[in-house]
């Protein structure tokens, strides 16, 4: 199999959900968000906006507000920094993949430099004035056209999850499904 420092951050990845409370340093949080702003994007319009979440009355609200769609909030509030990624402009109408694709760069380059991420949905596909995300944009200050994909809850990890695959073979398919 081909090995390099990528494919090796890649496949050793994994989500982070504990970190300890210790600051993440200027120069790698700056390194994450350039992460996210090479993403690539739909016609190169690059439509990311980050709101980086340092404030702990904030992180607290957004995680008591995101405990309504998922149990996997307490990152929010136990990371020392979260980063909300919105899509603007020309990428509201893939503002799904454009978020993703940004939160999955930051994801792989946290880890890449010794950090822990995670990242989870908070977009609403209905865009309803009572949703999580809606309540979410308030609390940023994030314009009514702008669309919250992601929150990415970043910092030092506490403990790294082991975590089993599928078989790769079980998993991969050529010229059509199932491998007889």
């Not at 990528?6 to 994450?32: G, Q, Y």
């Not at 880890?111 to 949905?121: E, K, N, Q």
């Not at 669309?147 to 599928?166: C, F, I, K, S």
Request: aromatic share 10%; net charge negative.
């Amino acid at each position: 199999m081909l090995d390099n420092e990528v494919l090796k951050t890649i496949r050793e990845r994994k989500m982070v959900f504990k970190f300890k409370d210790k600051p993440v340093e200027e120069e790698k949080l700056n390194a994450v968000l350039q992460a996210g702003y090479w993403s690539e994007s739909f016609g190169d319009c690059e439509p990311w906006q980050f709101v980086v979440v340092e404030d702990a009355e904030l992180k607290r609200d957004l995680y008591e507000l995101t405990k309504r769609v998922t149990i996997y909030t307490a990152g929010i509030k136990n990371a020392p920094i979260t980063v909300a990624i919105a899509i603007t402009g020309c990428g509201t109408s893939h503002f799904i993949e454009e978020g993703a694709v940004a939160a999955h760069n930051m994801a792989l380059a946290a880890y890449s430099l010794g950090l822990g991420a995670y990242w989870l949905d908070v977009y609403d596909l209905e865009n309803k004035e009572d949703s999580v995300e809606a309540e979410a944009k308030k609390m940023l200050g994030l314009p009514d056209d702008v669309r919250l994909t992601y929150l990415l809850p970043l910092g030092n990890p506490d403990q790294r999850r082991e975590e089993t695959r599928a078989k790769f073979d079980d998993v991969v398919h050529y010229n059509k499904y199932g491998n007889e």
